[in-house]
T-cell receptor, first 113, second 111 residues
Framework: GAGVSQSPSNKVTEKGKDVELRCDPISGHTALYWYRQRLGQGLEFLIYFQGNSAPDKSGLPSDRFSAERTGESVSTLTIQRTQQEDSAVYLC???????????FGPGTRLTVL | QKEVEQNSGPLSVPEGAIASLNCTYSDRVSQSFFWYRQYSGKSPELIMSIYSNGDKEDGRFTAQLNKASQYVSLLIRDSQPSDSATYLCAVLHQAGTALIFGKGTTLSVSS
């Protein structure tokens, strides 16, 4: 796998349910980022991982959002008690090191009914 | 508040023309600048990065950076209909590692 992969590609859920979104970064990339893009809007930063620590969580919109990363591989973004305003495309990106070029995965489109 | 501003467009150019996309940013200490292309319904694709003042060319694309004016641009020569997309300017600030994105400029190339 040459690029960043994300799953699922689409997720439809009911308001109040919890969801988990997964990201597999490019092999060897130490830095991993989550962004959100609402329909017709720009990309918003959510959280950054260096290895399995998260030095910057400043973009998480509320305590319903959390994320973790296992070593320098898979990351999971969890949204608890989903709300309709959480509907968006959630994008994961990785870079070889912090401050380097970031490469994006295909995204997960989340729809909260 | 760190901001990145782009004209939303649409910018319409005929096939074969030069498309010029512009971006300004607010934080003077910004160090790294990127252009991404985003097709409708797809994720952003990195097309250019630039770190120093001046021009950087890659095929039909030229990125230009002027840190004194806090301005970065992207020129697309010999525009093709396949270049029709939204172009996102992104800035990496010294204080952090997250990219700050503009809202993008929509480019339409007519054949």
């Amino acid at each position: 796998g040459a690029g960043v992969s994300q799953s699922p590609s689409n997720k439809v859920t009911e308001k109040g349910k919890d969801v988990e979104l997964r990201c597999d970064p490019i092999s060897g990339h130490t830095a991993l980022y989550w962004y959100r893009q609402r329909l017709g809007q720009g990309l918003e930063f959510l959280i950054y991982f260096q290895g399995n620590s998260a030095p910057d969580k400043s973009g998480l919109p509320s305590d319903r959002f959390s994320a973790e990363r296992t070593g320098e591989s898979v990351s999971t973004l969890t949204i608890q008690r989903t709300q309709q305003e959480d509907s968006a495309v959630y994008l994961c990106a990785s870079s070889l090191e912090p401050y380097n070029e970031q490469f994006f995965g295909p995204g997960t489109r989340l729809t909260v009914l | 508040q760190k901001e990145v501003e782009q004209n939303s467009g649409p910018l319409s150019v005929p096939e074969g023309a030069i498309a010029s996309l512009n971006c300004t940013y607010s934080d003077r200490v910004s160090q790294s600048f990127f252009w991404y292309r985003q097709y409708s319904g797809k994720s952003p694709e990195l097309i250019m990065s630039i770190y120093s003042n001046g021009d950087k060319e890659d095929g039909r694309f030229t990125a230009q950076l002027n840190k004194a004016s806090q301005y970065v641009s992207l020129l697309i020569r010999d525009s093709q209909p396949s270049d029709s997309a939204t172009y996102l300017c992104a800035v990496l600030h010294q204080a952090g590692t997250a990219l700050i994105f503009g809202k993008g400029t929509t480019l339409s190339v007519s054949s």
